[in-house]
């Protein structure tokens, strides 16, 4: 199988989607027989020609944050470039990968209707989307017991998916639970998340020399 | 009463949208309403690159000193503002999109429970309502607009409704203006 991979994330450098791809290749390359391109698409120029070597392979893996509850702007255009391709995909095989920092599945899941939804228009066949929360700060080295987590799972659709050539559901919902966070305790949440707060982002604050006052900032009124 | 009409329009040679939307501005005029309607393509909007400048180094401010500065001052100042878009497959265009991606400075990234998932607090006391306006979708994208609404009413804090151009201009300004 060759596999053409694109990673559709807007970020300049370092990125916490090419994190996952990297863990996905290395699971994916374990057996010689197969193949991949990685194609990185961040400015109005690579979402053309993305599009172009999309309609061209027979096996494509986009991969993505989730911004703002659906793709990035920049994939966005990617898409409408596949405007002139509507029907022409038979046989193609198409994936996804959706990765973001919170926590739960449900995020991504009307996006991942719509995902469908775009092959259905391409008339090419849709093997499915991996979907994982959690994943902020990965590229920044942050929250590294839980990093081991996310890309051994990875690894291992990779890897599963080198040996079957498709996506197995069950693997997937595994890997990106929780769906929603189970019912606690409020007193408890409030705990949770005054930590989350105060070790996560205030420490991210500080790095940055704004103190807690100074990131509530509003600088266009109110 | 301030209207803020966004106008996602990427496309020149589609100017049926954008002339319904100047009539809507001309009529909410007429009727003493203040309508702002700003043509998106027209501005210098640079793509949310995910830097979270405007969460950790300059909150509130993002790193690109656009036009979008000016758009979320309006933003900003407006009791509702009318997100308009064509479906270009299947989704609003990815102009909107990108006006949508660089409302980050408008939340704040400290995070809370909200009906069992997680949420981003707000930075600001007030935000104006959003309504959505797409225009007819293709036979091919006719579930669209349920994909849009679904997406829409997770990513915009006031989300209230969504109207196509096949709405009668007066009954979008009547309904709008009794939110």
């Known amino acids: 199988m060759k596999l053409l991979i694109i990673n559709g994330s807007p970020k300049l450098g370092k990125n916490n989607t ?7 290749i290395s699971g994916f390359n374990e057996k010689s027989d197969k193949t991949f391109q990685i194609y990185r698409m961040n400015t109005n120029e690579t979402y053309q020609n993305a599009a172009k070597i999309f309609f061209e392979a027979d096996n494509v893996l986009i991969a993505f944050p989730l911004y703002s509850y659906s793709m990035p702007a920049g994939v966005k255009l990617f898409i409408e470039a596949l405007e002139p391709y509507i029907k022409k995909c038979h046989g193609k095989k198409v994936g996804f990968l959706i990765q973001y920092g919170f926590e739960e599945a449900t995020h991504a899941r009307p996006l991942e209707k719509y995902l469908a939804s775009i092959c259905k228009i391409l008339e090419c066949e849709y093997m499915g989307t991996i979907i994982r929360g959690g994943c902020d700060g990965l590229c920044r080295g942050q929250q590294i017991g839980r990093a081991r987590k996310i890309l051994q799972g990875i690894y291992e659709i990779g890897r599963d998916f080198g040996t079957s050539g498709k996506f197995d559901q069950d693997q997937l919902d595994h890997y990106s639970a929780p769906e929603i966070q189970k019912k606690m305790n409020p007193l408890l949440a409030k705990i949770i998340f005054w930590a989350i707060n105060k070790f996560y982002w205030e420490r991210a604050f500080k790095k940055n020399g704004v103190n807690l006052k100074e990131s509530f900032a509003k600088p266009y009124g109110q | 009463m301030k209207i803020l009409i966004i106008n996602g329009n990427p496309k020149r040679n589609y100017p049926e949208f954008d002339l319904y939307l100047e009539q809507l501005k001309k009529i909410g005029n007429e009727k003493d309403i203040a309508v702002e309607l700003l043509l998106l393509r027209d501005f210098n909007l640079h793509d949310c690159i995910g830097c979270y400048s405007c ?19 309006e933003f900003l100042a407006s009791n509702v503002v009318i997100l ?20 980050l400075p408008l939340g704040h990234p400290f995070l809370y429970l909200k009906e069992d998932k997680m949420a981003h607090i707000p930075r600001y006391t007030h935000y104006p309502k959003t309504v959505l306006l797409l225009d007819d979708p293709k036979q091919e994208e006719s579930n669209a607009r349920t994909l849009i609404e679904e997406v829409y009413q997770r990513s915009s804090r006031e989300l209230r409704k969504i109207f196509t151009t096949k709405n009668k201009i007066q009954e979008i300004i009547d309904e709008i203006t009794h939110y």
């Open chain 1, 18 to 24: 090419s994190i996952l791809l990297d863990k996905f």
């Open chain 2, 55 to 73: 969460w950790l180094k300059t909150p509130g401010i993002c790193f690109y000193h656009d036009d979008q500065e000016l758009i979320l001052r």
């Open chain 2, 84 to 103: 308009a878009s064509p479906i270009i497959m299947g989704f609003v265009s990815a102009l909107l999109k990108c006006f949508n991606d660089r409302l």
